[in-house]
């Protein structure tokens, strides 16, 4: 198993709230994702990094922010949690751009 | 963005009869990958396609790369319970980016 490992695995919060999840990995693979998974919707990407300090943004960014200071750890950040955001976050890493992507294990975010 | 259509949604099976499902896109993939999800943990790889026309076996797992470049199946034969689970097709749009299907749901009756 790739070595990715997500923080916390389960919150509850309020709306209003800023939230902040980790995924941190062991591989020193350059790539690293963050996906939200949502009944009917499958994964859909909301930001990705190619290096420290370089991210981008993907299909659902909005409301979200991200930022990698070291290869091991991308964060991903609600500045202010609303209730659209109760989802499922994955973390993905790879090491080349076009290779396979490898899987955290999930944090569910609840937030009332 | 682009769109996966993944079908069927869920399917309920006996335990021994093969599965298939599929992925369908309006617009080309370069690589196709399949997924497994068990409840409460990150999406496994099962299967990498390159290819177009690719087939491709990973145990009782057979996928292929549809030939128009936008679409892709996965089988399983002879089911058994530890096939229960969700499958997603993924295709890689531009060089990091992967688009989803929304899953099939396998319930398998022993």
């Known amino acids: 198993d790739a070595g990715i490992t997500q923080s916390p695995r389960h919150k509850v919060t309020e709306t209003g709230t800023p939230v902040t999840l980790r995924c941190h990995q062991t591989?020193?693979?350059?790539?690293m994702y963050w996906y939200r998974q949502d009944p009917g919707h499958g994964l859909r990407l909301i930001h990705y990094?190619?290096?420290?300090?370089?991210?981008d943004k993907g299909e659902v960014s909005d409301g979200y922010s991200v930022s990698r200071s070291k290869t091991e750890d991308f964060l991903l950040t609600l500045e202010s949690a609303t209730s659209s955001q109760t989802s499922v976050y994955f973390c993905?890493?790879?090491?080349?751009?076009?290779?396979?992507?490898?899987f955290g294990p999930g944090t569910r975010l609840t937030v009332l | 963005g682009q769109q996966l259509n993944q079908s069927p949604q869920s399917m309920f099976i006996q335990e021994g009869e093969d599965v298939s499902m599929n992925c369908t896109s309006s617009?080309?993939?370069?690589?196709w990958l399949w997924y497994k999800q068990d409840p409460g943990e990150g999406p496994v790889l099962l299967i990498a396609?390159?290819?177009?026309?690719e087939l491709t076996s990973n145990g009782r797992l057979t996928a292929q790369f549809g030939i128009t470049r936008k679409d892709s199946f996965l089988n399983i034969s002879a089911s058994i319970p530890s096939d229960v689970g969700i499958y997603f097709c993924?295709?890689?749009?531009?060089?990091?980016?992967?688009?989803f299907g929304q899953g099939t749901r396998l319930t398998i009756n022993p």
């Open positions: 993905a890493i790879s090491g080349q751009s076009t290779d396979t992507q490898y």
């Open positions: 591989e020193n693979h350059r790539y």
């Open positions: 990094s190619y290096g420290v300090k370089d991210t």
């Open positions: 617009s080309i993939f370069n690589t």
């Open positions: 396609l390159y290819k177009a026309g």
């Open positions: 993924a295709g890689r749009e531009g060089a990091q980016k992967l688009v």
